[in-house]
């Protein structure tokens, strides 16, 4: 339907049904904005049940995560918003330019990052009508690239009569 930029902190949005953040699938401690969202909505910590690999910020393998797929946190209380959606859409974290850790089944390239980016999206489940996502998703350490992001937005956008609202940080909001 339409997407919209904001100036506005994300962590403290109203008026949309969710939040939307994407994550990696190997990382075993929340870090950046999923590391915010934590500390502000304990409920909505999906790194909280990955244990890592001795002294390393990699989960062990039965705790990864899976690529294109999302995961939903639903808040014990009733907030707004109240659902957190986290889109496993990137393999690894960091941009893929900086990826040394080659963790095989799937290989971390800014295509495939797209690619399961949108098959999130489309696999979205939740009938919702109003979503807010941060500025440059995917695009800040992730590396991607916005100009592909914002076209995936905003034909799904159109295609499935749902409101995006892009959180811009003001300068008195501070994710990270």
């Given at each position: 339907m339409s997407?919209k930029?904001v100036?506005?902190?994300?962590?403290?949005?109203r008026?949309v049904?969710?939040i939307?953040?994407q994550?990696?699938c190997?990382c075993a401690?929340?870090?950046g904005l999923?590391?915010?969202i934590?500390t502000?909505y304990?409920?909505?910590?999906?790194?909280s049940?990955r244990?890592a690999?001795?002294?390393?910020?990699?989960?062990?393998?039965?705790?990864?995560?899976?690529t294109?797929?999302y995961?939903?946190?639903?808040s014990?209380?009733?907030l707004?918003?109240?659902?957190?959606?986290?889109?496993?859409s990137q393999?690894?974290f960091?941009?893929?330019d900086?990826?040394v850790?080659k963790?095989?089944p799937?290989?971390?390239?800014?295509?495939n990052?797209?690619?399961w980016?949108?098959q999130c999206l489309?696999?979205?489940?939740?009938?919702i009508?109003?979503?807010?996502?941060?500025?440059?998703?995917?695009?800040?350490?992730d590396g991607?690239?916005?100009?592909?992001?914002f076209?995936i937005i905003?034909k799904?956008?159109?295609a499935n009569?749902?409101?995006?609202?892009?959180v811009?940080?003001?300068?008195a909001?501070?994710?990270?």
């Amino acid at each position: 339907m339409s997407v919209k930029f904001v100036f506005d902190d994300l962590l403290t949005i109203r008026d949309v049904d969710v939040i939307i953040l994407q994550v990696n699938c190997l990382c075993a401690n929340a870090q950046g904005l999923s590391k915010a969202i934590a500390t502000k909505y304990p409920w909505a910590n999906i790194y909280s049940k990955r244990r890592a690999e001795s002294h390393t910020n990699l989960a062990v393998l039965e705790d990864r995560g899976g690529t294109w797929f999302y995961s939903i946190f639903k808040s014990p209380k009733p907030l707004q918003p109240d659902i957190v959606c986290f889109f496993l859409s990137q393999w690894d974290f960091g941009t893929t330019d900086q990826i040394v850790r080659k963790i095989p089944p799937y290989t971390d390239i800014r295509l495939n990052r797209i690619i399961w980016f949108k098959q999130c999206l489309e696999q979205q489940e939740l009938h919702i009508k109003f979503v807010a996502l941060p500025d440059h998703i995917g695009c800040g350490v992730d590396g991607g690239d916005w100009t592909t992001y914002f076209e995936i937005i905003e034909k799904f956008a159109k295609a499935n009569d749902i409101n995006f609202v892009i959180v811009r940080p003001s300068f008195a909001h501070k994710w990270i």
